[in-house]
Each structure stands twice: as structure tokens, then as C-alpha cells.
């Protein structure tokens, strides 16, 4: 039976190898959340004045807009390898790349980008596409690394915020159509001086800070933990740097999971350092929850 009901799983093309890489993923997340999947390419040409026809006695192939028809018909028969029951909707759209991924994300599942690309999708990792897109799609947004593993666990941090909570959840899910089990990582740092100049007491009582960090991460997962009974669960408490324990967690991970904004150690998390190391030095797809999507 043809899966061709609910939002769609959107993913982003542009002719490149990690577009391919995406879209295989993309087929996958379609088929297995019963969801149609839409493929979708943002041509910049006609807005940089460029010619979009062929050029003179040139077959038509040449054109720029028969490029971009090519990328979308090898997408779509690239996700029908992987995933034949997926109902398929292409299109080619007119205008940059964030806005149109952005348009798309408003009648979403999940948007799915490859980590590096051509044309509208350039540089994407160290340009502004996916922090745009992260930070404002209103679904979740699945970056994908080369071809993902099929074990290890699903990796979520968690800050306590209402976003983590977000994404506790979507990774509960995750974990659960993957069969696999859930790791979630709370980092946290030793208080710092707002304001230069101010001291800290001495007498700080880690320990203390440590049990309330603990009781964060615990009633984090609770809840999600008694809705998810089938879903292992490992609770990871780290005293450091919240981007080198999720990196370090991610090189056995099927799936990063992180909230676009949060608080504490994952505060400002696509806006600060600690995006840039999690997108840059991931070992897995990272997934960039901003709003839940039913």
C-alpha cells in the first residue's frame, strides 16, 4: 500500500552526493513515520539574473532549469530504491534556499538537509542555511552525515528547558521506531561571574550543584521514560563542555538529538560555539528540534 497521508517529510536537493545521502534518509523517515515524502530544490538563478534557458545551439539538457528538473527526477528515483511504498511529490522552487525550506517546514513532519551541498544548499554546515533553518523551521530539521548507522543509540541532550523537553520527546519516538535505546546527556558547567569583576564564593558545593543537576536530567526523561516503557534509557551526567560530550557521544549514535534553543550548558545552542562544534564534528545525523509536529 502506498504511504501518501499526513505532512510530509521534506528534504532539500541540489545534484550533490550529500543531497543523495539525504534523500535516502529522507525516504527512510518517510516509511517509517507512514508520511509521503516531498523533494524539493531552490533555484537561485533567475534571481542573480542569470539565463535559465539553454544557451544557443546547446540541446536543451543544457539549460540551467533542466539541470535543476535533473536533480529532483534523480532524488526521486534515488528515494524510490530505498523506500518503493512512499508516496513521491517533487518540485522545483523559485528563490533561495532558506526561505523556501523554511515555507515548506510550515506543513512539515521533518525537514531532512545534507550536511554539505551545491548550488542553493552551498557550504552548508559552515554558511547560514541550516542555523537559518534550524533556528526557525516550525518542525523539526534532520541534518544528515554520509550514510547513517543502522545500531547504537539515539542521543538526546537535555537542559530542562521547554525546547529539551521537545526534543526528549522526538528522540523517545526516534528511539522507539528504531528499536534501539535512548541516551540522554546533561551537561553542566561550574558557575561563572555574570559581570566582570564579580567574585564567587569559595565555598561553592559542587556536590550540591551535581544532585540538582541530576534531578534535572531525571525529571527530563521521566515523564517520556513511562510513555516509551519499551525504550531503554541511559541517563549521562557530564561535568564540562556540553558540545564535546554530545560529539563524543555521537561516535556511536544512529541520531543526535538537540533542542534549537535552550538554557544552561545547551543555551543559545545554534547561535554559540557549542552548535557550530555538534554540527561540524558530529559522528551521526543530528537532528535540530525547534517545535514538535503531530
Do not use: N
Not at 127 to 149: I, K
Not at 154 to 176: M, P, R
Not at 213 to 219: C, G, K, M, Q, T
Request: charged share 20%.
Amino acid at each position: 500500500m502506498t504511504i501518501s497521508t499526513g505532512a510530509p517529510v521534506v528534504v532539500g536537493v541540489d545534484g550533490s552526493a550529500a543531497a543523495l545521502d539525504a534523500v535516502r534518509v529522507a525516504a527512510r523517515e518517510a516509511d517509517h513515520r507512514r508520511r509521503p515524502l516531498r523533494i524539493v530544490h531552490a533555484f537561485t538563478w533567475p534571481f542573480i539574473g542569470a539565463t535559465v534557458g539553454a544557451a544557443p545551439f546547446a540541446p536543451p539538457i543544457d539549460g540551467l532549469r533542466e539541470q535543476a528538473e535533473t536533480f529532483v527526477t534523480e532524488a526521486v528515483a534515488e528515494a524510490g530504491k530505498v523506500s518503493p511504498e512512499v508516496a513521491v511529490a517533487a518540485t522545483v522552487v523559485d528563490g533561495a534556499a532558506v526561505p523556501a525550506l523554511l515555507a515548506e517546514s510550515r506543513d512539515a513532519a521533518l525537514v531532512v538537509l545534507g550536511h554539505r551541498g551545491l548550488g542553493g544548499l552551498a557550504g552548508l554546515l559552515i554558511g547560514s542555511v541550516t542555523v537559518q533553518v534550524s533556528a526557525r523551521a516550525q518542525c523539526p530539521v534532520l541534518v544528515v552525515r554520509g550514510e547513517p548507522r543502522a545500531d547504537g543509540p539515539v542521543v538526546v541532550g537535555v537542559d530542562g528547558s521547554d525546547l529539551s523537553t521537545e526534543a526528549v520527546g522526538f528522540a523517545f519516538e526516534e528511539a522507539a521506531h528504531r528499536g534501539t535505546s535512548l541516551v540522554a546527556v546533561h551537561a553542566w558547567l561550574d558557575p561563572v561571574a555574570v559581570l566582570p569583576g564579580d567574585v564567587l564564593p569559595v565555598t561553592a558545593d559542587l556536590a550540591a550543584l551535581a544532585e540538582d543537576e541530576e534531578r534535572v536530567l531525571a525529571e527530563s526523561v521521566a515523564g517520556w521514560a513511562e510513555r516509551y516503557p519499551d525504550v531503554p534509557v541511559r541517563r549521562t551526567l557530564v561535568h564540562g563542555s556540553p558540545a564535546q560530550a554530545l560529539v563524543e557521544e555521537s561516535r556511536d549514535a544512529q541520531l543526535v538529538v538537540v533542542g534549537a534553543h535552550g538554557r544552561g550548558a545547551l543555551g543559545g545552542l545554534l547561535l554559540g560555539s557549542v552548535s557550530h562544534a555538534v554540527l561540524h564534528h558530529a559522528h551521526s545525523p543530528l537532528a535540530i528540534v525547534r517545535r514538535a509536529r503531530s
